[in-house]
Every structure is written in structure tokens, then in C-alpha cells.
């Protein structure tokens, strides 16, 4: 056996080979480059979710508690010094993530007073600050930076922002006096000059997040309160203050590059920094926010990786089921081949080595090239090392096997043989349905394995595939069979011939292979329309109209500015608030029972909003009734309120406190969940704005839910920010200083914020590949499938038509005995691809992609289409490949065939 002759065999079945190639490049190219192609789309996924939240969130800052350095030499640049040392305790995780730091040292408050201030009759605190790098992240308008250098005498040099200098009536030349907030304080009062005005380089730039700001002036919290300015000193004059008895305080921050966050070290980044919460030196604070994100993006990266696990398992069993098919066809067209061969002297074992030869030559030539195109595609893909090794041995050594197992001699009549009646088979069909279903057992009891890949959850789903099309393939023949006996009384033989030939057929166990291929893509649509509906459930809790105006509190008069703005149809108040506590009685006696967080809605106002704009909100019927204000008003609790109510005897009446008022309710319904209740909360009650009875200060809107197609955001805004002002200083309970303005929620940037960022990317390749993917090879296994039998059809009609049969009858006899069995598989695997969100649900973490909503199976009327249009597209493409190949073999070569075969 030489080379020359080992290429001329797979000249002579170039086909079989071609397809061989084509199928083992494509598992060599996914293996190697579905994981780079995850691998980016996380990275990117991760530093878009990090990104997009406040800068200030990636920050590290440790606070030294103010004290006092009276007899300390040079505090500020000895506590400088430190931040070395903070970043050499910090994890390594995390020390390999910080990109830039800072360092401000600031005296305590002092009143601040000139005759610039008294222009404008200003009452303002004015904090010290000195912010090493200041000079060179700014750009001064006018005068010069302070110095480090103390100074030998006379007044403080001092630089100010420039809109800090405009706002306090300040410029170079003004001259103040600081003196310390409480004169028990010892601190002596200094002078101060403004030397310098400057204007940030870059505003966001991280040396400016310091609080209080340094760049703008705070408002006043309130009527007779001062201004809160911050000024920057240089470090001597900072030294000085501490030595005249100024507390001094230090703060030490990291920012976190998010260039630098790696999926992969995820877990050792959070680990690292709830050690660095643990592990903090005495007098001194350390707060950070990047936990929260990056325990998110863990939580959705998990979820989307075992989706993609489950989608890949899906389409490597096919491809590996393909494999199995186009050597079994290479096999079934050789045995005479391989009969040859023993005959003429060669062992059991040659016809296998033969095989060995030639698939080598094929499989790994195309395993490298796979290889090298899965390389292309930028990311990591470490571990596939293995992986690739184990294709090129699997799919190598599948054509040896496959001739090993080809019997000697002839088979007999193939067309008069009831596929896989033996016993053998049925056990191998038991075993597979037994541990399909101890797999799902054991994998929603245990959830899945820490780690990347769980190898229970990448088997199951085949397995149950596999498990499902084997029932369906068992069960399909008998009411065939009982058609068959129906059609032998009527007349023509079609139908009969039809329903006998698909009854006992052949090739029935190949659609094992279409029935995997159609679950995994039947699998992804299932899910992602599960996680579409659940998004948009999750947009409609929190928004459950076209847009939510909310603020701190809005004159009532605002839902009907509002209601005359272009576009708006409908218009309802909501009011809500925190932490309210419950009573016993109107008296205010504390009933022990927590607070909670309470709701009031219009219900009727409410539904209407909800219907206008296309919400599916069901609100419950006691909060749309009228009721009399003189009694308790019927209130929707949670399970965990009503629940202690009913235990402390309080359900029928008690009494909750709402923006200073107490109202007296009722438990009437209960709700898991409610709209506009913030996700995770499990104590709150909802009251019917209808049935609060008349009070002095009645309640006021803490927003408005709208329903209007293309409304205008900046209007609305600019209408509740209106509405706000008016609310506050005309109300007797007005408040001094801009309040803060409102903001503006629509559904529709609510519901793409939820389709985009995290892990989402991931997801959509996964849901993406799983389709198309397991369409396409659903489709090839359907082409394979008609192969596999094409021999023993065509000898059969080769018969009939020398008994007269006609080509229309043919194409109908063709028609009856195809369609039964490819509409079996494709419908088996869109069953089993609906269910298997279903047995895997507790596993897959969906809720990672809703916000925290469940995700509810759905069988969307597109998808049931979808499947019988695939159907249709199968039957279509498995006549079309019949015809074809019928059409390159003549009669005659037909019935040479049979002679062959069927002694």
C-alpha cells in the first residue's frame, strides 16, 4: 500500500472525502476560534458594563479620619509617602489593575469672609486643599499657582477654580479671612490672597473627583446655610495650618483602567478587594463601588458562557453525528470493496487500514487548516490545545472503525430489513433513555460545578436529544403501519407502497442527527424570545408607560402641563418613599414591624396609561375601585408585609406615615412584585391615590407615568423641573436652594440599556451560531439522511417502473415515504428545543439578562411557523436530492446494483 495508490482511492471517492474535509475543517475552526471570538466579545462586554458607570465608581480611595498634627513635622508630605504604601498592601489582582492615583491633603472648614463676599452678601465655608499635580492637569486664567513652600509671612496664597471665582465674586487680589467653624477649635484664623484662577484641562480628569469638589460651588442645603467652596494651598501652607491647631484629613485614591480588567481574573479582582475592605489600618476608611459592577458582569459572563455551552454541545453533536453519517456512507458504497480485498488474501484488519491511510491524509491536512483559520480570529484560546488533538484522532479514526465493523460477505436484502429490531439496539435505547433522565435529575438538583464548562450540562441536552429522537423514531412506524393497512383496500398502490416503505425504512436512525441539529437551533430561538419577553417585562416594571418623570416632589398641576405637551395621550401621579414606618394606631404607636417601602397610584389612571402605551400591566381590581375614604384603604402588600401584619393582628387595620401624614389601611391583595417597586425590595405596600382620605397637606406627586409616542424628553423634563420649583417654593413645606431636576425614563432607552453592554454580545453570537448553525446542519443531515437510503430506494422504484409505475406516481411514492420521518425529526427536535429551557431553567441563570425577572418559556406563533417552514424546506431538500441522484443512475445500473445485493 503506497501513496500513489492510497491517493487514488480518495481520487476515486473524492466526494465522501471532500465532504469529510469540509466537515472535520469546520469543527477544527470552531474549536479554535468560537472561544477567541467569546474571549473578545467578553473583554469588550466587561469594559463597556464598567465604562459605562461613573468614573468615580472605579475608584479606590482610603480616608484618613481629620486630626490633629499641632506638634507634627511636615504632615503632608509624610502622609504623602503613603500612598507607595497602599498600593504595595493591595492585592496583586488588583494592584495590577490601578492605572493612576492621587493624593490631597485638606484642613477642615473654616467661615470664609471679605469684603468680595459681603459685595453679595455670600455666607461661605471654604476648605484648604492641597492636590499634588493640580498645576499640570489645569490651566490658569490669570495669576500664578501657590507655591509649596510655606510662606514667611502675611496672607495665604491661594488658587480658586474659574467658575468657583465667579460664583463667590473673587478674583487675583481679593483678600479673605478664615476663620475655624467653632472657636473652641483652638485653630487660629489666617489671611488669604487669590494669587491664581484656573480652568481645568480636562474636567472629568480624575485629580478634580475629590468631595467636596473643587471645581464648582456647592449650593446651601438649605435657607440660612453657607456656600461650600474648596481652594487650593500649597503643602507648606497646609504644614503651618496643622501647626496652628487646623485638623488635617488625607485621602488616598486609585483609579481603576478598565483597559486592564480581564474576564478571567474577575474573580480574583473581587476577592481582592473584599480583602482590602477587611484588611484596613486603624483611623483610616477605604470605600470602593467596582465590586458591585464587576460582580454583575461575573454573574451575566457565567449565565451567557452556559448558554454557550449548551448551544456548542449542540453543534459539535451534529457535526460529530455528520461524521458518523458521511462515513457510514463511505462505508456502505465500499463493502464490496472491502470484500474484494480480504478475498484476495487481506486480513480482517485491511480494509481498516486502508481506511487509516486515506482519512489521514484528509483529516489532518484539513485539522491544520481549520486551525489556521480559527487563529485568525483575534482573542485568547488557551485550552484547545486538546481539543483540536482529540478532533483530529476522533474524526481520523471514524472511517477505520466503521470498515472494522463491516461484516464479510453479502447482507441480503436490505429494503425487507426492520431497522434495528435486535436487542442490542433496544438496550443501547434504554441506557440512553435512562441516563438522559438521570441527567436532568442530577443536574437540577445540584446546579452546576464551579468552573467555565460544567460536563454535565454540555452532555444533557444532546443526550435528551438523542433520548427523544430515538422514542419518536421507535413510535412513528406503528400508526404508519396502521395507515399502511387502510390504504392496501383502496385503490393504487402508492399510498400503500408510500406508508409500508416508511414504515419499515432503513434509514430512520441517521435522523437521530436532524433531530440535534433542529433542537439546538429550536433551543437558542426558544431562549432568546424567553429573554426578550423577560426584558421587556423588566423595561415595563420599572417604566410602565412611554416615559416616567420623577423627582423629590411636583406640584399636582404638573400631570396637566404635562398632558398638553404634543404626543402625550394620557397622564397619571405616582408618589413614592422609602423607609416608611408602620403604626398601630393614628397616634403613631410603633408596631415593631420594620419599615417599608410605600406606593400610591391612580388605578385607573394607571391602567389607562398602561393600555395607551402598549404595556402589558395588570393592575389588581382593589386598587381601582372606589372605596370610602372614611375607612381603611384597600392596600396590595408583599407576602413578607402581609405576613408580619397577619402575625401581629394588624392586617384588617394599621396605619403607615407617607410625607408626614398617617393613613390608615387594609391588607386586601398581595403581589410578589409590583410596577415601579425597584427590583430585590420585598417589603412594600401600594395604596390607592383614590381612597387616601382628605387631609391639609394632602400627597404630593413624586412623578407622572405618560403614555405619548414620540414625546419630546426636553420638554418633559423642563416641565417637571418647573413643576418642582413651583412645588417648593409655594408650598408651606417649601425648602431653600435649586432642588435637584428631574429626571426623564422612557421605556424604549430603558429597554435597549438592557439589551446592550455586559455579556450581551456573547449571547447574541451564541443565540446567532445556535440557529443558523444548527439550521444549516439540519438542513446537510436531512441531504445525508436521503443518501443513506437512496440505494435500496432507487433499486425499489428501478422494480416499479419496469411494472409500469409512472414518474408522478414515483415523485408522490417518494413524497409518502420521506415526508413521515423528516417531519417526525424536525418536529421531535423542536419539541425537545422548547423544552429544554424548561428541565435546565434552574441552571442556565437567565435572569442575569432580565434584570433580575424571571424568564417564562413562550412558544411565539413566529417560531411555530418557523418550524413548519423548516420542515416544508427539508421535505423540498430531501426530493430535490433524491431526484438528483436518481437522475445520474440509470435503470439499468439500478438493477446491476441490485443483483449485487440482493441474493
Known amino acids: 500500500m503506497t501513496v500513489h495508490e492510497t491517493l487514488r482511492r480518495i481520487r476515486s471517492h473524492r466526494a465522501t472525502f471532500l465532504l469529510l474535509a469540509v466537515l472535520t475543517l469546520l469543527v477544527a475552526g470552531l474549536v479554535e476560534g468560537v472561544p477567541r471570538i467569546t474571549d473578545r466579545l467578553t473583554e469588550q462586554g466587561l469594559r463597556h458594563h464598567v465604562a459605562d458607570r461613573p468614573a468615580v465608581l472605579r475608584d479606590l480611595t482610603y480616608d484618613a479620619d481629620p486630626a490633629g498634627y499641632v506638634d507634627a513635622t511636615g504632615p503632608v508630605a509624610a502622609r504623602r509617602a503613603e500612598l507607595d504604601r497602599f498600593a504595595e498592601r493591595m492585592p496583586t489582582p488588583v494592584r495590577a489593575v490601578v492605572a493612576r492615583r492621587w493624593y490631597l491633603a485638606e484642613a477642615a472648614p473654616g467661615r470664609l469672609t471679605g469684603p468680595d463676599l459681603a459685595a453679595r452678601n455670600l455666607l461661605v465655608d471654604l476648605r484648604l ?106 503643602a507648606g501652607a497646609l504644614d503651618a495650618r496643622a501647626a496652628e491647631g487646623w485638623p488635617l484629613r488625607f485621602s488616598w485614591r486609585y483609579r481603576v483602567d478598565v483597559d486592564r480588567l480581564a474576564p478571567g481574573d474577575l474573580d480574583a479582582t473581587v476577592d481582592g478587594l473584599t480583602g482590602m475592605q477587611r484588611d484596613v489600618l486603624p483611623g483610616v476608611r477605604f470605600t470602593q463601588g467596582l465590586d458591585l459592577p464587576l460582580r454583575e458582569f461575573a454573574a451575566s459572563a457565567s449565565a451567557a458562557r452556559t448558554l454557550l455551552a449548551v448551544v456548542a454541545a449542540g453543534v459539535l453533536g451534529t457535526l460529530a453525528g455528520l461524521v458518523l453519517l458521511v462515513t457510514g456512507l463511505a462505508v456502505r458504497a465500499r463493502r464490496e470493496e472491502f470484500a474484494l480485498i480480504r478475498a484476495r488474501g487481506g486480513g480482517r484488519s485491511s480494509p481498516a487500514l486502508h481506511c487509516l491511510a486515506e482519512s489521514a491524509l484528509v483529516v489532518l491536512p484539513a485539522v491544520v487548516v481549520g486551525w489556521s483559520l480559527g487563529r485568525l480570529v483575534p482573542g485568547d484560546a488557551a485550552g484547545t490545545g486538546w481539543l483540536l488533538v482529540a478532533v483530529a484522532v476522533g474524526v481520523t479514526a471514524a472511517l477505520p472503525v466503521a ?28 441506557l440512553l433513555l435512562v441516563l438522559a433522565t438521570l441527567g436532568v435529575v442530577l443536574l437540577r438538583r445540584r446546579g452546576l460545578t464551579p468552573g467555565a464548562v460544567d460536563p454535565l450540562l454540555v452532555s444533557v441536552p444532546v443526550l435528551v436529544a438523542v433520548a427523544a429522537a430515538t422514542v419518536a423514531l421507535r413510535a412513528y412506524p406503528w400508526p404508519l403501519r396502521l395507515l399502511g393497512r387502510v390504504a392496501a383496500g383502496t385503490r393504487g398502490g402508492v399510498a400503500f407502497l408510500g406508508a409500508a416503505r416508511a414504515a419499515r425504512s432503513g434509514f430512520t436512525s441517521p435522523l437521530v442527527v436532524v433531530v440535534v ?111 370610602d375614604p372614611a375607612g381603611p384603604a384597600p392596600a396590595v402588600v408583599s407576602p413578607a408585609v402581609a405576613g408580619a401584619l397577619a402575625e401581629a393582628g394588624l392586617d384588617r387595620s394599621a396605619f403607615v406615615e407617607f410625607q408626614g401624614q398617617r393613613y390608615e389601611f387594609r391588607v386586601a391583595d398581595t403581589a410578589v412584585d409590583f410596577p415601579l417597586v425597584r427590583p430585590g425590595t420585598d417589603r412594600f405596600l401600594v395604596l390607592p391615590w383614590q381612597a387616601l382620605p382628605t387631609r391639609a397637606y394632602p400627597a404630593v406627586p413624586t412623578g407622572f407615568l405618560v403614555a405619548g409616542a414620540d414625546l419630546d424628553v426636553a420638554a418633559a423634563q423642563r ?30 432607552d430603558l429597554r435597549a440599556r438592557h439589551g446592550t453592554g455586559g455579556a450581551n454580545g456573547v449571547l447574541a453570537f451564541g443565540f446567532l451560531a445556535g440557529a443558523v448553525g444548527g439550521t444549516g446542519l439540519a438542513l446537510l443531515a436531512v441531504a445525508l439522511t436521503v443518501l443513506a437510503g437512496a440505494r435500496d430506494r432507487a433499486q425499489t422504484v428501478s422494480r416499479l417502473r419496469t411494472l409500469g409505475l409512472s414518474r408522478g406516481q414515483w415523485r408522490g411514492l417518494l413524497l409518502i415515504e420521506l415526508a413521515p420521518p423528516i417531519g417526525v425529526a424536525v418536529l421531535t427536535g423542536a419539541l425537545v428545543g422548547a423544552l429544554l429551557p424548561v428541565l435546565l431553567a434552574p441552571t442556565l441563570g437567565l435572569r442575569a439578562f432580565t434584570g433580575g425577572t424571571p424568564v417564562a418559556v ?42 449485487g445485493e440482493s441474493r
Request: negative net charge.
Open 129 to 234: 486643599r492641597t492636590s499634588p499635580g493640580a498645576d499640570g492637569a489645569g490651566t490658569l486664567v490669570d495669576g500664578d499657582w501657590p507655591t509649596d513652600e510655606p510662606p514667611a509671612a502675611g496672607p495665604i496664597p491661594l488658587a480658586l477654580a474659574a467658575d468657583v471665582a465667579a460664583g463667590l465674586n473673587l478674583r487675583v487680589g481679593s483678600r479673605l479671612d478664615l476663620a475655624a467653624l467653632r472657636p473652641d477649635d483652638g485653630a487660629e484664623p489666617v489671611e488669604l490672597v487669590v494669587v491664581g484662577v484656573f480652568r481645568p484641562t480636562d474636567p472629568a480628569d480624575g485629580i478634580w473627583a475629590g468631595l467636596p469638589p473643587v471645581l464648582r460651588v456647592v449650593e446651601p442645603e438649605g435657607d440660612g446655610k453657607p456656600f461650600n467652596a474648596v481652594g487650593l494651598v500649597g
Open 403 to 430: 470498515a472494522l465493523a463491516v461484516p464479510d460477505g453479502t447482507t441480503g436484502r436490505r429494503d425487507t430489513v426492520r431497522w434495528g429490531t435486535g436487542p442490542r439496539r433496544l438496550t443501547v435505547e434504554v
Open 517 to 627: 441539529a433542529v433542537a439546538t437551533a429550536a433551543f437558542c430561538a426558544v431562549v432568546a424570545g424567553g429573554i426578550e419577553a423577560g426584558r421587556d417585562r423588566s423595561t415595563s416594571r420599572a417604566v410602565p408607560a412611554d416615559a416616567l418623570v420623577e423627582g423629590f416632589r411636583l406640584a399636582p398641576e404638573t400631570g396637566d402641563e404635562l398632558a398638553r405637551l404634543p404626543g402625550v395621550r394620557a397622564v397619571t401621579p405616582v408618589a413614592d418613599e422609602a423607609d416608611a414606618t408602620l403604626s398601630r394606631d393614628a397616634l403613631g404607636a410603633d408596631a415593631g414591624l420594620g419599615d417599608v417601602t410605600v406606593l400610591v397610584v391612580d388605578g385607573p389612571g394607571l391602567a389607562d396609561v398602561a393600555r395607551r402605551a402598549g404595556r402589558d400591566v395588570a393592575v389588581p381590581q382593589v386598587l381601582s375601585v372606589g372605596t
Open 719 to 748: 416641565v417637571g423641573d418647573q413643576g418642582q420649583r413651583r412645588f417648593q417654593s409655594g408650598g408651606a413645606l417649601a425648602a431653600g436652594g435649586e432642588p435637584m431636576p428631574v429626571t426623564v425614563s422612557t421605556w424604549a
Open 858 to 899: 413562550t412558544f411565539d406563533p413566529a417560531l411555530v411557523a418557523g418550524v413548519f417552514g423548516l420542515g416544508g424546506l427539508a421535505l423540498a431538500l430531501a426530493l430535490a436530492v433524491e431526484i438528483l441522484n436518481n437522475r445520474r443512475s440509470r435503470l439499468g445500473d439500478a438493477l446491476r446494483i441490485d443483483r
